[in-house]
């Protein structure tokens, strides 16, 4: 079985721009959890959704923003980049909500210029 | 005060040397999860813990729920073990939340 995918795995934006990264949880999962590491620090939380609903939401600010679709893959919107903003960011898949192990993908290492 | 203590936060040990690594959270928790992370970002899950103790291998995992602890322990580390270890907490409603991380370097 595949693990989680991520696409793009690198992407390099402008302050200003918008973009959106793409996760596709392992086979029979439904839960996916988006999280930003910045580098030399631990990953925070920013949205997990489960069964296509938002199920928590960190502190991030509303230009960050996420949908789980059908398939139960996941996209992470940002608009209005800010430098700030470079980070690695890390979506992982459960089979459910709570108490189960999260499986992380590689993550998509973005840096906005 | 961060909700989740690792401590230490870089240790650099020799190779057949037993580690242990420390977590201390201050919420209450569903699950407290050990994860490590390789160079270039790559998370893997170790061990997923509620109560008591968990063993994979060399790894072995403990947690008391009372103290709000949880120990992650490599018996005859190996230069391979080096990597950031990752102690994470999950609240019912939410997602994890990490500790800093603990850079392990084993050396030949």
């Known amino acids: 079985d595949a693990g989680v995918t991520q696409s793009p795995t690198h992407l390099i934006k402008t302050r200003g721009q918008q973009v959106t990264l793409r996760c596709s949880p392992i086979s029979g999962h439904k839960s996916v959890s988006w999280y930003q590491q910045v580098l030399g620090q631990g990953p925070q939380f920013i949205f997990q959704?489960?069964?296509?609903?938002?199920?928590g939401r960190g502190n991030f600010p509303d230009r960050f923003s996420a949908r789980q679709f059908p398939n139960y893959s996941s996209e992470l919107n940002v608009n209005a980049l800010l430098l700030g903003d470079s980070a690695l960011y890390l979506c992982?898949?459960?089979?459910?909500?709570?108490?189960?192990?999260?499986?992380f993908g590689a993550g998509t290492r973005l840096s906005v210029l | 005060k961060n909700e989740v203590e690792q401590s230490p936060q870089n240790l650099t040990a020799q190779e057949g040397e037993f580690i242990t690594i420390n977590c201390s959270y201050s919420?209450?928790?569903?699950?407290l999860h050990w994860l490590q992370q390789h160079p270039g970002g790559g998370i893997v899950s170790l061990f997923m813990?509620?109560?008591g103790k968990k063993k994979h291998g060399r790894l072995i995992a403990t947690i008391n729920i009372q103290e709000k602890h949880s120990s992650l322990h490599i018996t005859a580390s190996h230069p391979r073990d080096s990597a950031v270890y990752i102690c994470a907490v999950r609240r019912e409603a939410d997602g994890l939340t990490f500790g800093k991380g603990t850079h392990l370097i084993i050396q030949p």
């Open positions: 959704y489960y069964e296509k609903e938002e199920r």
């Open positions: 919420v209450g928790i569903s699950a």
């Open positions: 813990l509620s109560s």
């Open positions: 992982a898949s459960s089979r459910q909500l709570a108490k189960n192990i999260q499986y």
